[in-house]
């Protein structure tokens, strides 16, 4: 299942039933699983672990050494699970220091031109689309859509079943279940119809309704003092809602709105 015309080393592990087309570098330190398939074209360097069943277009590079200029060459490293797709021209590096290993997890897709930084880490069902890039220690929770050409300044978070605007600059923390669209990015409503089609119960949608209304529809006021009165409503107490205000309690950066 190797083309004649790949370079991998022996050094590499490939798991079974893995196909590696015309002109791919395969470097030492790679770990490929089982059923994965790379088309053409393609440099993997390491150390990088790919999970199993994974697919990867031509000229995509994957786990090459960290931009970020303060590197100094010691070991890193980028994890990726299952079932991911990396399109063309995709790009991942590897972290900038053993304890913080770039990782993606499984079930993605990245879009043709998505870039995926030094120590950022990506979730699961994501869509990066066409030219969405991740600065260094970015992370993006589960389920999250980027659109096309959408940028994300380093050490932001982007919450989970949230989507993102095409060419929106993101340099605060994009709360869970939000659409977020502009340069700057703000807030323009809950992300209903991703809810609904994961399966969301109707009272958390509900509730989650309701936690938007008390946060985001009144600009200008205290995000705390916000907070505060959402917690004595009734809706204060669903899940969805504890993750929503767990995820703002957490933000270092500040919150998009």
């Given at each position: 299942?190797?083309?004649?015309t790949a370079v991998v080393s022996p050094k590499a592990k490939i798991g079974d039933e893995v196909e590696i087309g015309p002109y ?234």
């Amino acid at each position: 299942m190797i083309h004649s015309t790949a370079v991998v080393s022996p050094k590499a592990k490939i798991g079974d039933e893995v196909e590696i087309g015309p002109y791919c570098v395969i470097g030492d330190e790679v770990q490929i699983g089982a059923r994965s398939r790379l088309h053409s074209h393609l440099v993997l360097e390491g150390p990088v672990t790919i999970g199993e069943d994974n697919e990867f277009y031509p000229f995509s590079s994957i786990g090459a050494r960290s931009q970020d200029l303060k590197y100094s060459g010691e070991p890193t490293y980028a994890q990726i699970g299952d079932r991911n797709t990396f399109r063309e021209f995709v790009t991942v590096h590897r972290g900038t220091s053993p304890e913080s290993p770039t990782r993606i997890g499984s079930d993605n897709n990245f879009l043709a031109y998505t870039h995926v930084a030094h120590d950022a880490v990506v979730g699961d069902h994501c869509i990066l689309s066409n030219a969405a890039t991740l600065a260094g220690h970015v992370t993006v929770e589960d389920y999250v859509i980027l659109s096309g050409m959408a940028g994300v300044h380093q050490f932001c978070r982007v919450g989970a079943h949230s989507m993102i605007g095409g060419c929106t600059k993101i340099v605060q923390d994009v709360p869970p279940f939000t659409i977020a669209d502009g340069n700057p990015a703000q807030i323009r409503g809950l992300n209903l119809i991703g809810l609904q089609r994961r399966g969301f119960a109707p009272e958390d949608i509900r509730a989650l309704k309701t936690a938007y209304k008390t946060l985001f529809l009144k600009k200008g006021l205290n995000l705390t003092a916000q907070i505060e009165t959402l917690e004595k409503l009734d809706s204060g107490s669903n899940d969805k809602v504890r993750q929503l205000l767990g995820f703002l309690g957490s933000s270092e950066r500040g919150i998009v709105r």
